[in-house]
Every structure is written in structure tokens, then in C-alpha cells.
């Protein structure tokens, strides 16, 4: 299993938001970890594929204010960022037993976070960019 790394640390582009939410964090956080809610105090803490409880991801954070107390998640949508690269168009992008972190491969509960689409923004003839689609 291969931890997916962003491109640029701390840097997404939202290409397409179709499902999102803002909420508190409640750890520290940052651009790009996978996310799920604290049942006890419903804010965002770091989500992984450890365990059943802890595999309840409901997005990737895109973005977070200054003082790091809140932030918003994409639950279904499209994001630039990730190093994809080495990925097939249409693999399944999973959430890794690592907190906070995807990978190509699933962790002990196996949890498909979204899947890797192509960008055709360069020139027709080019080979395209990768994206992942997040769809949960």
C-alpha cells in the first residue's frame, strides 16, 4: 500500500464541489487529510481505514481559515493536488490505515474514497492530467 501524498504540501484546487461542509476541527488538521465526524463533539477529526469506527470518512479538506479552527470537506466532488501519476484513470483511491491519509490499496476496512478521472485541459493529443474524484 502506497500513502497518496499531495503534490504541493497543504494545497488543493476544488475543480468541482458537488457535495461539501464546514465544520470545527477538532485536532489539528490540515489541507488534503481525510476527515470524518467526532461523535461526541461532531467536529472534524482525522479519519483512516485502523478500524469500523474510525473508517467513517466523510471527506477530503480543502481548505481551513487562518487560525485552524474550522475547515470545509469535499464529500463528492473533484480535486487537483494529489501525486496520481503513477495511478490508472478509473483506479480506486482508498482510505489508508495511516490517519488522515489515502493510498492505492484499501487498509483493514476497505474503504473506496473516490476514484482517479482524467483533466483534458491541455491540448487534445496530450496525454491527460489526473484528478480524484471523491464520491462517498
Known sequence: MTALALVTAGRVRVVESIEQFTAPLGESLVVGDAVRFDTTTGKFTGANGGSAPEARIYGILVSKDGAGASGTAIRRGIIDGFALTAMA????????????????????????????????????????????????
Do not use: M
Not at 103 to 112: L, M
Open 89 to 136: 484513470y478509473d483506479a480506486a483511491v482508498y482510505l489508508s490505515d495511516t490517519d488522515k491519509t489515502l493510498a492505492d490499496a484499501a487498509g483493514t476496512v476497505s474503504t473506496v474514497v473516490g476514484r482517479v478521472v482524467p483533466a483534458f485541459a491541455n491540448a487534445i493529443g496530450t496525454t491527460p492530467d489526473k484528478l480524484l474524484h471523491i464520491s462517498l
